[in-house]
């Protein structure tokens, strides 16, 4: 597709299990973000990917948090014993070359109980 | 650290009204500066950036300038739509840093008939 697309669009788990949220980012962008939106705390980075360098973590609120993307294109976010505090909207964006502005996905609507 | 500050919301205006959402920023060097839209149920989109002193981004009929000497980025359109009701959030990306999108508060915007 032209967009950036994440999967699912909902999830609804109960807490303390573990959830994987997907991004799939816009073809050729090399740059690959997470955030996370929130009544309370607004738009908030997680992590970021850049090509092959040592992705930059610095916004994971704890270690329960983890992400992974394979071959430079797919994005894994993994939530373990997901707390209710965790629930959000993940949003991921992709971008081409500095500067140019990120591009969002949908998002995923994560609800925990 | 860097961080963005919007005018508070919510705006509520008339159809051809004009608008000015304030935004002001700190941040070391000379960041990018974004503005985003949410229009409800939709994601993140990409409004108009400026990436050095006195540019001015445009879309839309929306206008922003990136002043230095006051850390500033209002976002302004001469007459205001019913579409345009959204929520717009200001962002920043530091010169040189990882790429992350600090954003601001969000200020929602309603146009009335």
């Known amino acids: 597709g032209a967009g950036v697309s994440q999967s699912p669009s909902n999830k609804v788990t109960e807490k303390g299990k573990d959830v994987e949220l997907r991004c799939d980012p816009i073809?050729?962008?090399?740059?690959l973000y997470w955030y996370r939106q929130s009544l309370g705390q607004g738009l908030e980075f997680l992590i970021y990917f850049q090509g092959n360098s040592a992705p930059d973590k610095s916004g994971l609120p704890s270690d329960r948090f983890s992400a992974e993307r394979t071959g430079g294109s797919v994005s894994t976010l993994t939530i373990q014993r997901t707390q209710q505090e965790d629930s959000a909207v993940y949003l991921c964006a992709s971008s081409s070359t500095s500067g140019a502005g990120q591009f969002f996905g949908p998002g995923t609507r994560l609800t925990v109980l | 650290g860097d961080s963005v500050t919007q005018m508070e919301g919510p705006v509520t205006l008339s159809e051809e009204a004009c608008l000015t959402i304030n935004c002001t920023y700190t941040a070391t060097g000379y960041p990018s500066l974004f503005w985003y839209v949410q229009y409800p149920g939709e994601g993140l989109q990409l409004l108009l950036k400026a990436t050095k002193a006195d540019d001015k981004g445009s879309n839309k009929g929306f206008e922003a300038t990136y002043r230095k000497e006051t850390t500033s980025f209002h976002l302004e359109k001469g007459s205001v739509q019913v579409s345009d009701s959204a929520v717009y959030f200001c962002a920043l990306v530091r010169e040189g840093g990882s790429e992350k999108l600090v954003f601001g508060k969000g200020t929602k915007l309603t146009v009335n008939p």
């Open positions: 073809s050729g962008h090399t740059a």
